[in-house]
């Protein structure tokens, strides 16, 4: 219960339901395989999770997203437009609430190699504005512990972007 529903300034009806925001964007992509939407859709939800660590997204990130979603589920421009859309949107509202269940039903689903996948495009995705900030950069490694990925593993996909990274770059 939020804060504005104890007060009774929100009725208990308006509340978004944690479980609907995946469902929105599986089915935007109803015309492919269930399984592999719903794949898709937590993708890009966390995807937009690192994009709006900073409480804005940029073009450029917003770009990536598209790009990531579309190569990978091979979709459309149009339809990996509209699920990184409403990810963005339903990220921004339900914020930190669905967050780690988003990550817990993408570990469950995904192999090894594609929760990696995941985090080089969270990298991508937080590089596309020329920088991965620290904020960005820990987002990613709360997901990678979330999936269950060692240390070593993160380390390795982050030395990746050592040139993208804030840390190293003066003001």
């Given at each position: 219960m939020s804060i504005l529903e104890w007060l009774g300034l929100v009725p208990r009806s308006t509340r978004p339901d944690d479980s609907d925001a995946i469902h929105r964007i599986e089915r935007?992509?109803?015309?492919?395989?269930?399984?592999?939407a719903r794949y898709l859709a937590l993708f890009a939800f966390l995807l937009a999770r690192v994009a709006d660590?900073?409480?804005?997204?940029?073009?450029?990130?917003?770009?990536?997203?598209?790009?990531?979603?579309?190569?990978l589920g091979g979709l459309p421009r149009a339809q990996a437009a509209l699920a990184v859309a409403i990810?963005?949107?339903?990220n921004r509202m339900l914020g930190a609430t669905h967050n780690f269940l988003a990550a817990r039903e993408f570990r469950d689903?995904?192999?090894?190699?594609?929760?990696?996948?995941?985090?080089?495009?969270?990298f991508a995705v937080a590089a596309a504005d020329g920088s991965i900030s620290v904020a960005e950069e820990e987002a990613i490694r709360e997901v990678s512990r979330e999936l269950l990925l060692d240390n070593q593993e993160y380390l390795a996909i982050r030395s990746g972007w050592r040139d993208k990274r804030a840390v190293f770059h003066s003001e």
């Open positions: 935007q992509l109803n015309s492919m395989d269930p399984a592999r660590v900073d409480l804005h997204v940029s073009e450029a990130e917003t770009e990536e997203m598209e790009r990531q979603v579309e190569v990810a963005k949107a339903e689903l995904a192999n090894e190699d594609q929760k990696r996948e995941l985090l080089h495009c969270m």
